[in-house]
C-alpha cells in the first residue's frame, strides 16, 4: 500500500497503515433503512495506539454492515515527550483491518494545521447523519469541539461515547482535571445522545453533568477478537514471542496479566500474592506479565526483579505487536486482572473471547462487562487472601474454555438508540446477529 501524505485520507483501510488482507467482518444485525445511515465516527488512529484504536476499528466495521462509514482518526494526539509511551509511536502495532467501503483519514494533529481544515473538508463533502465522538482523553476536546459545531451546523446528530470519564493519569493534574471535567460539559451540550459501558459510568456521568435533554444509553464492550489466530501476521517479534512461551506447559498453570502498567491496576497486589507463596504452592504454577509502563509505575518492575520466584516470572515490558498478543493468551491458562478501579477493560474482553479463566476486582464496570461470562471469578480489591484462594479456584478451571457472551450487535443497537435512529428511520428495526 502506498500511504499518501501527512493528513490525507488512506488510500487503503488498515488499521495498523500496512495493507489489510481481508476486510474485517462483524456479525451485526442491525438494520437502520434500506440505505443505512451516514455515519462519521471519531477515534484514535495508530500513531499514537491504545485499546481505543482497536475498538474504533472493530466498532466502525460492526457499523458499516448496513451503514456508510467514514472514520476521522486523531493522529498526533500530544507533544510526543509528553506520552507514557513516546518511544513506541509510530511503530506498527496491529494487525486489524479497516474494510475497504469505510472511508479511513489518517488524521487530525494537536496542533491542527492543514489537518483539522482538511477533516472538516471531508465532513462537508459528505455530510454525516450521525457524528460518534470516542472520548477517552482531554487531549482531543478542543478538536472535538470543533468537529461537534461543524457537525450540528451540517445537521448531523452528535452522539459521544465515554469510555471512562477521566483518565485517571489526567485526573492527577488539577489544571488537566477541570478542563476536563468542564470541555466534557461541553460537548455533552452539544450532542443528541451518549454512550457508556456500564450502569456505574451512567451514574457516575449523572452525578456530575445535567443528563436531562440527553438520551443516554449502557452497553457493554463489544468483544476484542482481533488477536484470535488465523490471521496471518506482518510484524517481526519472535523474542517477544518465545518470551511470552517460556512457561514449561503442561507442566504448571500460567497465569496471565495483560495491559498497561499503571496504578490502579493492581499488578502489585497479584505480585505481593505470588511472591509470599510457598515452594510447594508455587511448584505447580508460572506469571507472565505482559505491558509498558506508565506513570513511572517502576514498583510492579521492582517486585518481580527481587521476588524470590523470579524464575518463574515472565515480564515483557512493551506495548507488543498483536503476534506477541496472540501468543500470550494462547499460551495462558488463566488471566488475572486485580484493577483498583475500572471502567471496563479491553484485556477482559480478549480473555472472554479466547474463553479463558478470569480472575477480576468487583470494580467500577467490570461485573457488568462480565455478567453471564462461565470463567469469571470476582474477589474484593485490594484484598489478597481472597486472590490467593482465588488462584486456587481458577485452578480447578484450567483447560475448560467458556463462551464470550459479548456482541457488536449491542454496541450498535446501543449507539444508534442514543442517536434516535427510531426517529430519523421509522422502518429502523435490530434483527438477531
Same mark, same amino acid.
Given at each position: 500500500?502506498?500511504?499518501?501524505?501527512?493528513?490525507?485520507?488512506?488510500?487503503?483501510?488498515?488499521?495498523?497503515?500496512?495493507?489489510?488482507?481481508?476486510?474485517?467482518?462483524?456479525?451485526?444485525?442491525?438494520?437502520?433503512?434500506?440505505?443505512?445511515?451516514?455515519?462519521?465516527?471519531?477515534?484514535?488512529?495508530?500513531?499514537?495506539?491504545?485499546?481505543?484504536?482497536?475498538?474504533?476499528?472493530?466498532?466502525?466495521?460492526?457499523?458499516?454492515?448496513?451503514?456508510?462509514?467514514?472514520?476521522?482518526?486523531?493522529?498526533?494526539?500530544?507533544?510526543?515527550?509528553?506520552?507514557?509511551?513516546?518511544?513506541?509511536?509510530?511503530?506498527?502495532?496491529?494487525?486489524?483491518?479497516?474494510?475497504?467501503?469505510?472511508?479511513?483519514?489518517?488524521?487530525?494533529?494537536?496542533?491542527?494545521?492543514?489537518?483539522?481544515?482538511?477533516?472538516?473538508?471531508?465532513?462537508?463533502?459528505?455530510?454525516?447523519?450521525?457524528?460518534?465522538?470516542?472520548?477517552?482523553?482531554?487531549?482531543?476536546?478542543?478538536?472535538?469541539?470543533?468537529?461537534?459545531?461543524?457537525?450540528?451546523?451540517?445537521?448531523?446528530?452528535?452522539?459521544?461515547?465515554?469510555?471512562?470519564?477521566?483518565?485517571?493519569?489526567?485526573?492527577?493534574?488539577?489544571?488537566?482535571?477541570?478542563?476536563?471535567?468542564?470541555?466534557?460539559?461541553?460537548?455533552?451540550?452539544?450532542?443528541?445522545?451518549?454512550?457508556?459501558?456500564?450502569?456505574?459510568?451512567?451514574?457516575?456521568?449523572?452525578?456530575?453533568?445535567?443528563?436531562?435533554?440527553?438520551?443516554?444509553?449502557?452497553?457493554?464492550?463489544?468483544?476484542?477478537?482481533?488477536?484470535?489466530?488465523?490471521?496471518?501476521?506482518?510484524?517481526?517479534?519472535?523474542?517477544?514471542?518465545?518470551?511470552?512461551?517460556?512457561?514449561?506447559?503442561?507442566?504448571?498453570?500460567?497465569?496471565?496479566?495483560?495491559?498497561?502498567?499503571?496504578?490502579?491496576?493492581?499488578?502489585?497486589?497479584?505480585?505481593?500474592?505470588?511472591?509470599?507463596?510457598?515452594?510447594?504452592?508455587?511448584?505447580?504454577?508460572?506469571?507472565?506479565?505482559?505491558?509498558?509502563?506508565?506513570?513511572?509505575?517502576?514498583?510492579?518492575?521492582?517486585?518481580?526483579?527481587?521476588?524470590?520466584? %523470579?524464575?518463574?516470572?515472565?515480564?515483557?515490558?512493551?506495548?507488543?505487536?498483536?503476534?506477541?498478543? *496472540? !501468543? /500470550?493468551? =494462547? +499460551? $495462558?491458562?488463566?488471566?488475572?486482572?486485580?484493577?483498583?478501579?475500572?471502567?471496563?477493560?479491553?484485556?477482559?474482553?480478549?480473555?472472554?473471547?479466547?474463553?479463558?479463566?478470569?480472575?477480576?476486582?468487583?470494580?467500577?464496570?467490570?461485573?457488568?462487562?462480565?455478567?453471564?461470562?462461565?470463567?469469571?471469578?470476582?474477589?474484593?480489591?485490594?484484598?489478597?487472601?481472597?486472590?490467593?484462594?482465588?488462584?486456587?479456584?481458577?485452578?480447578?478451571?484450567?483447560?475448560? %474454555?467458556?463462551?464470550?457472551?459479548?456482541?457488536?450487535?449491542?454496541?450498535?443497537?446501543?449507539?444508534? *438508540? !442514543? /442517536?434516535? =435512529? +427510531? $426517529?430519523?428511520?421509522?422502518?429502523?428495526?435490530?434483527?438477531?446477529?
Amino acid at each position: 500500500m502506498s500511504r499518501g501524505r501527512r493528513g490525507e485520507v488512506a488510500a487503503t483501510h488498515s488499521c495498523s497503515g500496512e495493507a489489510a488482507s481481508e476486510p474485517t467482518k462483524s456479525p451485526v444485525g442491525v438494520q437502520a433503512a434500506s440505505s443505512g445511515s451516514a455515519i462519521c465516527l471519531v477515534g484514535p488512529g495508530w500513531h499514537f495506539t491504545s485499546g481505543i484504536s482497536y475498538y474504533t476499528c472493530q466498532l466502525a466495521n460492526a457499523l458499516a454492515d448496513h451503514n456508510k462509514v467514514s472514520v476521522i482518526q486523531m493522529r498526533q494526539l500530544l507533544p510526543r515527550f509528553l506520552y507514557p509511551g513516546s518511544k513506541r509511536v509510530g511503530q506498527p502495532r496491529a494487525r486489524d483491518g479497516y474494510r475497504s467501503d469505510v472511508q479511513v483519514y489518517a488524521g487530525i494533529n494537536w496542533w491542527w494545521g492543514r489537518s483539522l481544515f482538511r477533516a472538516l473538508s471531508l465532513m462537508r463533502s459528505s455530510p454525516p447523519e450521525i457524528l460518534v465522538l470516542q472520548w477517552w482523553t482531554a487531549t482531543v476536546l478542543h478538536s472535538y469541539l470543533v468537529l461537534a459545531v461543524i457537525g450540528r451546523f451540517l445537521g448531523a446528530r452528535i452522539v459521544l461515547e465515554v469510555h471512562e470519564l477521566q483518565d485517571t493519569g489526567e485526573a492527577r493534574s488539577s489544571i488537566v482535571r477541570r478542563y476536563g471535567r468542564w470541555g466534557l460539559g461541553l460537548l455533552l451540550r452539544l450532542s443528541r445522545g451518549c454512550v457508556v459501558h456500564s450502569t456505574a459510568d451512567r451514574e457516575a456521568l449523572k452525578a456530575e453533568y445535567d443528563l436531562r435533554n440527553l438520551r443516554v444509553t449502557a452497553v457493554p464492550h463489544g468483544p476484542f477478537d482481533q488477536y484470535r489466530p488465523g490471521i496471518e501476521g506482518r510484524f517481526i517479534g519472535e523474542h517477544a514471542v518465545a518470551a511470552v512461551k517460556k512457561a514449561p506447559r503442561p507442566d504448571v498453570i500460567n497465569l496471565l496479566f495483560f495491559g498497561t502498567i499503571r496504578p490502579y491496576k493492581g499488578l502489585e497486589d497479584l505480585l505481593r500474592v505470588f511472591n509470599g507463596l510457598g515452594e510447594k504452592e508455587v511448584s505447580n504454577l508460572w506469571l507472565t506479565v505482559v505491558g509498558e509502563t506508565w506513570e513511572k509505575c517502576t514498583e510492579p518492575g521492582h517486585l518481580i526483579a527481587t521476588s524470590p520466584h %523470579r524464575d518463574r516470572i515472565t515480564f515483557v515490558n512493551d506495548y507488543v505487536p498483536d503476534e506477541v498478543v *496472540s !501468543a /500470550a493468551f =494462547a +499460551h $495462558a491458562d488463566v488471566v488475572v486482572l486485580p484493577y483498583r478501579r475500572s471502567s471496563s477493560s479491553g484485556p477482559l474482553h480478549v480473555a472472554m473471547n479466547w474463553g479463558l479463566p478470569v480472575i477480576m476486582t468487583r470494580v467500577g464496570g467490570l461485573p457488568e462487562a462480565a455478567k453471564g461470562y462461565g470463567g469469571a471469578i470476582f474477589v474484593p480489591p485490594g484484598d489478597r487472601q481472597a486472590l490467593k484462594a482465588a488462584i486456587s479456584q481458577a485452578a480447578q478451571l484450567v483447560g475448560r %474454555r467458556f463462551a464470550d457472551p459479548r456482541s457488536w450487535n449491542d454496541t450498535v443497537e446501543a449507539l444508534l *438508540s !442514543a /442517536a434516535d =435512529a +427510531h $426517529a430519523m428511520y421509522p422502518d429502523f428495526q435490530v434483527s438477531s446477529p
